[in-house]
Nanobody, 128 residues
Framework: VQLQASGGGLVQPGGSLRLSCAASGFTLDYYAVGWFRQAPGKEREKVPFACMSNENAYYVDSVKGRFTISRDNAKNLVYLQMNSLKPEDTAVYYC??????????????????????WGQGTLVTVSS
C-alpha cells in the first residue's frame, strides 16, 4: 500500500510541470488527496496547498489560478498541473491521501497527521 509521486525537476520561472501521484494497494475512490510541500530549510507544511475530493478541489491563495489538481480514479492517479512557476515554489512536493469514509466532510482542512498514506516526495526546482 503506497503512494508514489513523480514528475519533479528543474524548470525556469514562468514554466510548467505536471506532477503525478500513483496509488497502489488501495483505491483512491474513498480518499481525498492533498499535495503538501517542503521548501528548502523549512518544515513540511502542515496543511495541503491543494486538495481534492472526488468532486471538489481547494487551493491556498498562493497557488490559486496557477496550480490545478485533478484525478483519474480509474487509473488510481492524481495530478498536479503547475503553471507560472515561481522560485518560491521550489520545494519537495508530497502527495497524501485521507479517508473520506472516516472523516466525512471534515477531511477538508485536515492537518497532515490525519492523512493516512504518503508519497515519498518529488523535488521541484524553479530557477533560471
Amino acid at each position: 500500500v503506497q503512494l508514489q509521486a513523480s514528475g519533479g525537476g528543474l524548470v525556469q520561472p514562468g514554466g510548467s510541470l505536471r506532477l503525478s501521484c500513483a496509488a497502489s494497494g488501495f483505491t483512491l475512490d474513498y480518499y481525498a488527496v492533498g499535495w503538501f510541500r517542503q521548501a528548502p530549510g523549512k518544515e513540511r507544511e502542515k496543511v495541503p496547498f491543494a486538495c481534492m475530493s472526488n468532486e471538489n478541489a481547494y487551493y491556498v491563495d498562493s497557488v490559486k489560478g496557477r496550480f490545478t489538481i485533478s484525478r483519474d480514479n480509474a487509473k488510481n492517479l492524481v495530478y498536479l498541473q503547475m503553471n507560472s512557476l515561481k522560485p518560491e515554489d521550489t520545494a519537495v512536493y508530497y502527495c497524501a491521501a485521507i479517508s473520506m469514509l472516516r472523516y466525512g466532510s471534515s477531511w477538508y482542512g485536515a492537518a497532515d497527521y490525519l492523512y493516512e498514506y504518503w508519497g515519498q516526495g518529488t523535488l521541484v526546482t524553479v530557477s533560471s
